[in-house]
């Protein structure tokens, strides 16, 4: 199926240890990003891809870390999580130079981190 | 500085009301994007709308409206006549030219009341 998306859907992990989340999109939309949503914060950027192998830092990308090796895939990486990362994470992708094309979400994921 | 300020956090209305939801912007850019998205009680985020900065045309799409003005910077969004299954987080995001990055607000949450 056309579309985007996340897993796994939920997950807990332990403080310390390292969680990857996936997305795929099957659009071969050139941008992609990684958003955390936090009550009373929105949405924020974490880290966002104009392209395959191409990267950058948006406004919270503290504590992870991402990849881009193919364009439909960008996996966010936690590489030893904290209580702060407890949040609901979600992937989008859009297309357009600059990104002027709407965004397209997937269905998020909810990390729990005890 | 917030880029996106909806400065409404949780708006309720009786069924049938109309409500107007605001979203005030801030950028230098003179070519930019300016979306809204809805976030239901199931989590998924929704596009509803994109505008650009040289299209100052009001759209309406059904019970939606969108009111964009350049000179104070806002893109508003009023829903006619709501229903409950209106009832959601809303949130209004930014994209500028010289960016590869969107920009959220950080949502108004519309409580419907049967």
């Known amino acids: 199926d056309a579309g985007i998306t996340q897993s796994p859907r939920y997950k807990i992990t332990e403080t310390g240890r390292q969680v990857t989340l996936m997305c795929h999109q099957t659009?071969?939309?050139?941008?992609m990003f990684w958003y955390r949503q936090d009550l009373g914060h929105g949405l924020r950027l974490i880290y966002y891809s104009a392209a395959a192998d191409i990267t950058d830092k948006g406004e919270v990308p503290d504590g992870y870390v991402v990849s881009r090796s193919k364009t439909e895939n960008f996996p966010l990486t936690l590489e030893s999580a904290t209580r702060s990362q407890t949040s609901v994470y979600f992937c989008?992708?859009?297309?357009?130079?600059?990104?002027?094309?709407?965004?397209?979400f997937g269905q998020g994921t909810r990390l729990t981190v005890v | 500085a917030q880029k996106v300020t909806q400065a409404q956090t949780e708006i309720s209305v009786v069924e049938k009301e109309d409500v107007t939801l605001d979203c005030v912007y801030e950028t230098r850019d003179t070519t930019y994007y300016l979306f809204w998205y809805k976030q239901p009680p199931s989590g998924e985020l929704v596009f509803l709308i994109r505008r650009n900065s040289f299209d100052e045309q009001n759209e309406i799409s059904g019970r939606y409206s969108w009111n964009f003005q350049k000179s104070t910077s806002s893109f508003n969004f009023t829903i006619t006549a709501s229903q409950v299954v209106d009832s959601a987080v809303y949130f209004c995001?930014?994209?500028?030219?010289?960016?590869?990055?969107?920009?959220f607000g950080t949502g108004t949450s519309l409580t419907v009341i049967p």
């Open positions: 995001a930014l994209s500028e030219a010289g960016s590869n990055q969107f920009y």
């Open positions: 659009w071969s939309h050139s941008y």
């Open positions: 989008a992708s859009s297309e357009g130079w600059p990104v002027n094309t709407e965004a397209f």
